[in-house]
């Protein structure tokens, strides 16, 4: 699967997610999330990355609160061979399982050089 056909399935499946039942609703928190994306990746290629790791979330029965491009920044020190990034801030209410859904896909993606999850 393309990576463009899998955000497209993730939006589509965004408007058949099942409805909440309150236990579930119990178990969301709000967490802020932020990941860094390789600098030399294109602004098409990047914005469709964050919409994916977006779609991660809202896929899983989340919701993205507020979206923060931060914008290209240096690098306190050096990680995976890159001295900038590109710093996205995401605030979401999310289920322990999308958490990990979206730190699973994160380790997958070459493009995202490091990322970070605090529960508020």
């Known amino acids: 699967m393309y990576k463009h056909e899998y955000v497209y399935s993730a939006l589509l499946y965004k408007n058949h997610v099942k409805p909440l039942d309150q236990k579930e609703v119990q178990r969301m928190k709000k967490y802020e999330v932020m990941y860094i994306i390789r600098p030399n990746v294109e602004e098409e290629?990047?914005?469709?990355?964050?919409?994916?790791?977006?779609?991660?979330?809202?896929?899983k029965n989340s919701t993205v609160d507020n979206v923060k491009e931060m914008?290209?920044?240096?690098?306190?020190y050096e990680i995976k061979h890159e001295t900038k990034g590109y710093y996205v801030l995401l605030n979401v209410t999310a289920t322990p399982e999308?958490?990990?859904?979206?730190?699973?896909?994160?380790?997958?993606k070459e493009n995202i050089i490091r990322y970070i999850t605090v529960a508020e």
Not at 71 to 76: D, K, P, V, Y
Not at 98 to 107: C, D, G, Q, S, T
């Open 45 to 59: 290629a990047r914005k469709a990355l964050i919409e994916e790791m977006n779609a991660v979330f809202t896929s």
């Open 98 to 108: 999308a958490v990990k859904e979206f730190e699973r896909v994160a380790n997958i």
């Open 71 to 76: 914008g290209m920044r240096e690098l306190a």
